[in-house]
């Protein structure tokens, strides 16, 4: 008997130690995630895989009610939310300052609070968090920018069955789109997520992003890791996925391509990155050459002044020696 409720208690412990850092309600969208991580690794902990939004009211409303009930969670909090910058200048005149929402590259937010304003930069890569406190059951908060690498922090995601938003139907039949048009990660697409019934889920491992297009259920968007995107329709006959100029399209191809791409971009951060040390380390060595150069060049021009006093002085001896010598004759 001992034996038994020992064994239950040590089940009970390893199933708090395991849920012990997600809170989630189950009437809400929203689960957190108070493991700290770095923002790449918060999605992909995200079983939705992508970090939450928080552009409409109604979001903000349903993650803080959350935050607040949330049993584990200190008076401070900050979290990653899917808002990132890359490759572009930030733009203070902007609600997202220039940010856009990973989920479907929107730069567009009902609600725009940020609690420290993101440096003025056009290189510099960004990612954005929700900082607050909870103080009973009020609940302070705004987006602060963050280093995506190098900070850990708790992370927020929408829940795989939580229903989107949709359109209302239309007069006539046909497929209905979301609002939002799903994204799924890791190149593929579920088969409840296409719209269209005549072409199949396309599949490509070495994209990042397969978007339905929004108010049109027979194209897709795909996006590599690099700034490579291409666009496919469900037509023709046979109807299949081709390209915008009617050609049928080639996943393998387009998947070769991605892959290409990613690791040309991979390649020259590379060697950018190792470009700057050896340009610094080249620039230091021609000033060091350059400081001894002129201080070689000084001592030999004090050399050769000394030489030119050293023989001045010889001939003016050796003519006043002339002058006593002839003095005595």
């Given at each position: 008997?001992?034996?038994q ?15 012990r850092n997600?809170s989630?309600?189950?009437?809400s969208r ?6 700290k991580?770095r ?36 008076k ?30 929107s ?44 900070q ?21 039949p046909?497929?209905k ?25 396309p599949?490509?491992?070495e ?18 890791w ?10 023709g006959?046979?109807t ?10 080639n996943?393998t ?40 150069a ?15 006093i ?5 001939m003016?001896?050796?003519?006043k ?5 002839f003095?005595?004759?």
């Amino acid at each position: 008997m001992a034996f038994q409720l020992r064994s239950c208690w040590t089940f009970l412990c390893i199933v708090i130690f395991l849920l012990r850092n997600i809170s989630a309600d189950p009437s809400s969208r929203y689960t957190l995630n108070h493991t700290k991580v770095r923002f790449s690794e918060a999605i992909k902990r995200c079983s939705s895989g992508v970090l939450t939004t928080i552009a409409t009211q109604q979001e903000v409303d349903d993650i803080l009610n959350l935050i607040s009930k949330s049993v584990l969670l200190e008076k401070e909090f900050t979290f990653w939310v899917g808002l990132r910058i890359k490759s572009k200048c930030v733009d203070l005149s902007k609600p997202l300052r220039g940010f856009w929402w990973l989920e479907n590259n929107s730069e567009e937010s009902e609600v725009s609070r940020w609690v420290e304003e993101p440096e003025l930069s056009c290189t510099t890569s960004r990612c954005a968090a929700l900082k607050g406190r909870v103080d009973g059951s009020n609940v302070t908060w705004g987006l602060i920018p963050l280093p995506c690498d190098k900070q850990n922090n708790s992370f927020i995601y929408p829940l795989q069955h939580a229903t989107p938003e949709t359109t209302p139907a239309p007069s006539d039949p046909g497929p209905k789109v979301t609002t939002s048009g799903p994204r799924l990660v890791n190149g593929s697409l579920s088969s409840s997520s296409l719209v269209s019934d005549l072409c199949q889920s396309p599949s490509i491992p070495e994209a990042r992003w397969i978007t339905l297009v929004p108010n049109d259920g027979k194209r897709i968007k795909v996006e590599c890791w690099s700034s490579i995107r291409f666009e496919l329709v469900c037509s023709g006959e046979p109807t299949v996925w081709r390209l915008v100029n009617g050609s049928q399209a080639n996943f393998t191809a387009i998947g070769i391509v991605c892959a290409n791409a990613n690791q040309k971009e991979h390649h020259s951060g590379l060697h950018s990155s190792i470009l700057i040390p050896v340009l610094i380390a080249v620039g230091v060595l021609v000033v060091l050459l350059v400081v001894i150069a002129v201080t070689v060049k000084c001592c030999l021009k004090r050399r050769s002044k000394k030489r030119a006093i050293k023989k001045a002085e010889k001939m003016e001896l050796k003519s006043k020696t002339r002058k006593d010598s002839f003095s005595l004759a």
